[in-house]
């Protein structure tokens, strides 16, 4: 049967996240229904989905996503998602990154990044993840970004190493000056917000992270909005669709589907 089209999801390959006071989260990784939902929905539509991260291994879950609190509390839709991904083969053994470009970035109608911590880690200043976004952005196809998965956006920048170790360092205004051609820049965006960060520090990640996502991709140059903690929230700003947590999959997916629709008339 003939697919509808093709979306590549980019993925972390990250295994611990560095924290302040040199501590790390070693469960950061994806959120179950990040993936899962907006995936399943597409593949019901008719889409083909690759999944790629740097390094083609099995990505980790964050196992404080494998509650029923992100699938509207029921613990049989839980079990549904969790049997859904387990048969994701792609998704156990993904494509590096490298290897995706190398085969072509023409084929895939539009590019999906969910989030949990895991992108915190290597997708923010990957430089095969910038290839990608640069194509995408270039090519005016879809962009699709969820809760943490927009901090990936700043792999687009120019220095985006120096950038993310400027902005580790607490050099504000260095990585400032290092955000400029920015793609992204003026975009109207959200990501995780500073407050929800803050109320998963003691409770998650057990320590603060090195800088908040909605500040980072302020100093970059985004036009950043969030609404008060855990209320769906997603907006688009040209190819670029953004949610700010993980209770915005259903929003993400919805915007997502309409520009995929569009592209195709």
Same mark, same amino acid.
């Given at each position: 049967?003939?697919?509808?089209?093709?979306?590549? &999801?980019?993925?972390?390959?990250?295994?611990?996240?560095?924290?302040?006071? +040199?501590?790390?989260?070693?469960?950061?990784?994806?959120?179950?229904?990040?993936?899962?939902?907006?995936?399943?929905?597409?593949?019901?539509?008719?889409?083909?989905?690759?999944?790629?991260?740097?390094?083609?291994?099995?990505?980790?879950?964050?196992?404080? #996503?494998?509650?029923? +609190?992100?699938?509207?509390?029921?613990?049989?839709?839980?079990?549904?998602?969790?049997?859904?991904?387990?048969?994701?083969?792609?998704?156990?053994?993904?494509?590096?990154?490298?290897?995706?470009?190398? #085969?072509? *970035? $023409?084929?895939?109608?539009?590019?999906?990044?969910?989030? +949990?911590?895991?992108?915190?880690?290597?997708?923010? $200043?990957?430089?095969? &993840?910038?290839?990608?976004?640069?194509?995408?952005?270039?090519?005016?196809?879809?962009?699709?970004?969820?809760?943490? +998965?927009?901090?990936?956006?700043?792999?687009?920048?120019?220095?985006?190493?120096?950038?993310?170790?400027? *902005?580790?360092?607490?050099?504000?205004?260095?990585?400032? &000056?290092?955000?400029?051609?920015?793609?992204?820049?003026?975009?109207?965006?959200?990501?995780? &917000?500073?407050?929800?960060?803050?109320?998963?520090?003691?409770?998650?990640?057990?320590?603060?992270?090195?800088?908040?996502? $909605?500040?980072?991709?302020?100093?970059?140059?985004?036009?950043?909005?969030?609404?008060?903690?855990?209320?769906?929230?997603?907006?688009?700003?040209?190819?670029?669709?953004?949610?700010?947590?993980?209770?915005?999959?259903?929003?993400?997916?919805?915007?997502?589907?309409?520009?995929? #629709?569009?592209?195709?008339?």
């Amino acid at each position: 049967m003939a697919t509808k089209g093709k979306i590549l &999801a980019l993925i972390s390959s990250g295994r611990g996240l560095p924290l302040k006071d +040199g501590k790390v989260y070693t469960g950061a990784g994806y959120y179950l229904n990040e993936v899962t939902v907006p995936v399943r929905a597409l593949m019901n539509e008719g889409y083909e989905i690759t999944f790629a991260n740097p390094t083609g291994n099995t990505p980790q879950v964050d196992v404080h #996503s494998e509650v029923v +609190g992100f699938f509207g509390g029921d613990a049989a839709k839980l079990q549904d998602y969790l049997i859904f991904r387990d048969g994701l083969l792609g998704f156990r053994d993904p494509v590096r990154i490298k290897d995706v470009i190398a #085969s072509g *970035l $023409d084929q895939y109608d539009a590019i999906f990044v969910p989030g +949990g911590h895991g992108p915190m880690i290597d997708l923010l $200043d990957d430089p095969n &993840a910038g290839i990608v976004l640069r194509h995408f952005h270039e090519t005016s196809k879809p962009t699709a970004v969820l809760c943490h +998965g927009p901090i990936s956006l700043l792999s687009a920048l120019p220095n985006s190493w120096e950038f993310v170790a400027a *902005l580790a360092a607490g050099d504000v205004a260095g990585a400032h &000056a290092k955000a400029q051609g920015w793609i992204y820049a003026g975009y109207k965006m959200t990501i995780f &917000a500073t407050a929800e960060e803050q109320q998963r520090e003691p409770l998650e990640i057990g320590g603060k992270v090195l800088f908040y996502p $909605d500040f980072a991709l302020r100093t970059a140059g985004g036009d950043v909005s969030v609404v008060p903690p855990w209320g769906s929230y997603a907006l688009q700003d040209r190819e670029l669709i953004s949610g700010q947590n993980p209770f915005s999959d259903e929003a993400v997916l919805k915007l997502l589907l309409a520009a995929l #629709s569009e592209k195709k008339k």
